[in-house]
């Protein structure tokens, strides 16, 4: 073979090796990069942020345990409903009320209802006994207390369709089956049964509702201040409860937040209620 034709091949296969080098350069920078960046990843995942703590609310010292800071069980709508019959009786007695001349709807307020066994045809109403003609007669019904202002309203019912107003002045001291017609009454009807029952020394079964009021205390004393205590003088809704066993009595003063056990000599009551006390007792300015 001639030289020349040696270093043509020779320049060809140079050729051809340096082609083949750039295209595999070529290949390691060709083509555009991907303008989407890979997703961060996170090693350590993120602390939560704890949630605010809320601070209880500062308990009120009482002779009882704090109402607000009860754990009362939920109680079934049916048990705290009053019957059909009672809630007509409601109905009916408050338009009778407000028939009386200047009487405004917005002055009327539900005091109490309480079921009754009457023995006689009077329905318990001693003011009304003349006009009760025939023998006595046993009859289950209510009474049913409204405050207009200063005075308190009494209605006498039956079972049936019979209801007057009744003017018997010491009607406290009839003392009936209340009905508690919302829930925060029968907490705290519960809570005061629970520390009579434990006070007497007697099961809870054996302590007895026999009166409970929607009270408006003049300030936070509920009408049993405590020698040198000091009260806000703002209106305070609250209840009057009675229970009884056997021929004891207790008396309980109560807020929708605190309940005080308040001996008869140290209640100090509106007007309107003490004046139906069968015993007398301070009257609330």
Not at 22 to 28: I, K, P, S
Not at 46 to 63: K, L, R, S, W, Y
Not at 104 to 132: I, M, N, Y
Not at 222 to 246: F, K, M, N, Q, S
């Amino acid at each position: 073979m001639r030289s020349g034709d040696m270093n043509r091949r020779g320049l060809r296969a140079g050729y051809w090796l340096a082609a083949l080098v750039l295209l595999g350069v070529l290949a390691g920078c060709g083509g555009e990069a991907d303008p989407t960046p890979d997703p961060t990843r996170t090693l350590v995942p993120p602390t939560a942020t704890p949630a605010p703590q809320t601070t209880p609310p500062t308990v009120t010292p009482t002779d009882l345990p704090h109402a607000a800071a009860l754990a009362v069980a939920p109680t079934e709508i049916s048990a705290l409903a009053i019957p059909p019959v009672a809630q007509e009786f409601i109905r009916l007695t408050r338009d009778d009320l407000l028939a009386r001349p200047g009487i405004d709807p917005a002055d009327v307020h539900l005091l109490s209802v309480e079921a009754f066994t009457w023995t006689d045809r009077a329905l318990g109403c001693a003011s009304r006994a003349d006009e009760a003609d025939g023998p006595a007669a046993v009859s289950q019904g209510y009474r049913i207390l409204f405050q207009v202002r200063n005075r308190i309203y009494v209605y006498h019912t039956d079972d049936q369709d019979t209801f007057f107003r009744c003017e018997d002045r010491a009607w406290l001291a009839l003392e009936g089956a209340p009905l508690p017609i919302d829930p925060v009454a029968q907490s705290i009807v519960d809570l005061a049964v629970r520390d009579a029952a434990r006070r007497l020394g007697e099961s809870s079964t054996r302590v007895r509702l026999v009166s409970l009021l929607a009270v408006e205390w003049p300030d936070t004393s509920l009408g049993c201040p405590r020698a040198g205590g000091t009260y806000e003088d703002r209106t305070t809704p609250g209840y009057r409860i009675v229970l009884r066993t056997r021929e004891q009595a207790l008396i309980y003063h109560a807020s929708i937040r605190d309940i005080v056990l308040c001996a008869p000599d140290e209640e100090i009551l509106p007007g309107m209620i003490r004046q139906a006390l069968p015993t007398p007792t301070p009257a609330l300015e």
